[in-house]
């Protein structure tokens, strides 16, 4: 059955450094990959998105690879402040489009 | 604002009764989308529209639940004889697409959804 795993539920880092989260997909060919951020209370709000022939996009402190051969995505927030800190959701769209459950980002000051 | 507008935020109702949600998606987009979202879970896609029309709807998707959007603006999802386990929070989603059918690779922009407990 088509599964997407995001690395551990939550993730504790230190302001300033890089926090990278991981999205894993077995049995699924996304065309295209997103990835979205969700505050306590609120939808999720886009960030970026990356075909399935792109290797890697940037925006501003962001980052995403994806590897259609790992079928992974890796999303990097440099210099990651306490602002940063929400749920992070990737969400594969191909024949349909899922979401991740999300890893919840803490940004420790 | 010319966001996704959800309402109400907050529904609290007791078991076997009806509900309505609506939402009201930013006036230029075609596509509307509800999903469903559990604590620790992310929106798990229930149906989805193209201007009025209904292209897609999940097969989880229980023949109590029925989604209109009858002049391809606003939409509204309504839930028969309410169960515990449709606590949840119910969100709309709204995009552009340029194709007839099919997933869309525009973002999707949410409203705050509808927080829905059944007692």
């Known amino acids: 059955s088509q599964k997407i795993e995001q690395n551990s539920e939550a993730l504790n880092i230190q302001e300033g450094k890089t926090a990278t989260l991981t999205c894993n997909y077995t049995?699924?060919?996304?065309?295209?990959l997103q990835w979205y951020r969700q505050d306590p209370g609120r939808g999720p709000v886009f960030l970026l998105l990356?075909?399935?022939?792109?290797k890697e996009k940037r925006k501003e402190r962001l980052k995403v690879t994806f590897d259609t051969t790992l079928k992974q995505s890796l999303f990097h927030i440099t210099a990651s402040q306490p602002a940063d800190s929400a749920t992070y959701l990737c969400?594969?769209?191909?024949?349909?489009?899922?979401f991740g459950a999300g890893t919840r980002l803490t940004v420790k000051p | 604002d010319t966001g996704v507008s959800q309402n109400p935020r907050h529904k609290i109702t007791k078991r076997g009764q009806n509900v309505t949600f609506r939402c009201d998606p930013i006036?230029?987009?075609?596509?509307l989308y509800w999903y469903r979202q559990t604590l620790g879970q992310g929106p798990e896609f229930l149906t989805y529209?193209?201007?009025?029309?209904?292209?897609?709807k999940s097969r989880l998707l229980s023949d109590r639940f029925s989604a209109e959007r009858p002049k391809g603006s606003f939409s509204t999802l309504e839930i028969q004889r309410t169960e515990q386990g449709d606590s949840a929070m119910y969100l709309c989603?709204?995009?552009?697409?340029?194709?007839?059918?099919?997933?869309?690779?525009?973002?999707?922009?949410f409203g705050d959804g509808t927080r829905l407990s059944i007692l």
């Open positions: 529209f193209q201007n009025e029309a209904q292209l897609e």
């Open positions: 989603a709204s995009s552009l697409s340029a194709g007839t059918g099919g997933q869309s690779n525009q973002p999707q922009h």
């Open positions: 969400a594969l769209v191909g024949s349909d489009m899922r």
């Open positions: 006036s230029e987009h075609n596509r």
């Open positions: 990356i075909r399935e022939n792109e």
């Open positions: 049995n699924y060919s996304p065309a295209y």
